[in-house]
């Protein structure tokens, strides 16, 4: 339920206090939640398995634009050519990728309705359903990967031949990110189809302005990514481990920011 808005002069002087308090307060009744980012890290198998197989750690910064899980702390390692980040690794392109992307989408895509979906229910309710998030947000969620996938694809993949110019793509998209992340938190939220969420996202980002939030989150999963990255790298028992750190720790970084979207848009929470 939606409360009346406030005006700036009505917003808390320093709101990071209690989103931090509140995350905690939150996490672990939503704690289940955690199986989902542990899954899509361990998907990742290749990746995983080369990530055992190097030395060193990550220095990463991670947007609050989507789900976390370890490869949002950890820099997969890469070998050289053209590849697609995929649930099992990486995929050259052969004439099986457009129908093995199209599997990755349907499945991230539901998961991502399931655990979003659960997020705001138990940010809001109390309590949450897994499967029937899945069955309520599945398809928009779907479709918001797919959409994600293609635009990265047509906007970033023709830029790998312009150096200059693919920095440039990089640094609008950064822009893009901050300026439309409300976006699959309010899909759930306030259980909008894709535009409609798109438009009130930009409308929240406008209005708020959360950029210190923003920058907030990516400092502070950065400075997650250095021990996180470490024990990843310290062979298959520490890349495991690794995981099982990353999941709840991803989960709280998308509760915080759950509860900053639901603040912004005036979106009732319990707790």
């Known amino acids: 339920m939606a409360r009346p808005s406030r005006g700036p ?42 990530t055992t197989r190097t030395n060193g750690f990550s220095l990463r910064a991670s947007f609050p634009v989507y789900r976390y899980d370890l490869w949002s702390f950890v820099d997969a390692p890469s070998g050289g050519g053209l590849t697609v980040s995929l649930p099992f690794g990486g995929l050259e392109p052969l004439p099986l990728l457009v129908p093995v992307i199209g599997a990755y989408v349907v499945v991230s895509g539901a998961l991502s309705a399931g655990y979003f979906g659960s997020i705001a229910d138990g940010i809001t309710a109390g309590e949450f359903d897994f499967v029937a998030a899945v069955r309520r947000f599945g398809v928009r969620m779907v479709l918001l990967e797919a959409i994600v996938i293609v635009a990265f694809a047509a906007v970033f993949l023709p830029l790998l031949a312009v150096p200059p110019l693919f920095v440039v793509a990089v640094l609008a998209a950064l822009v893009l990110s901050y300026l439309f992340f409300p976006t699959v938190y309010v899909i759930a939220l306030e259980d909008r189809h894709i535009g409609s969420a798109a438009r009130r996202a930009r409308e929240l980002v406008a209005h708020d302005q959360p950029l210190g939030f923003f920058l907030a989150i990516a400092v502070v999963t950065a400075v997650c990514s250095v021990p996180v990255s470490l024990l990843a790298h310290a062979g298959p028992a520490g890349a495991v481990a690794a995981a099982l750190v990353a999941a709840p720790l991803g989960l709280a970084f998308n509760v915080a920011t759950a509860l900053k979207v639901a603040e912004m848009a005036d979106v009732e929470t319990i707790g």
Request: proline share 12%; net charge negative; charged share 25%.
């Open 9 to 50: 002069q009505d917003r808390d002087p320093d709101p990071a206090e209690p989103i931090v308090e509140r995350t905690f307060a939150h996490l672990a009744r939503l704690l289940p939640l955690a199986l989902v980012p542990l899954a899509t890290a361990l998907f990742r198998t290749r990746d995983l398995l080369a």
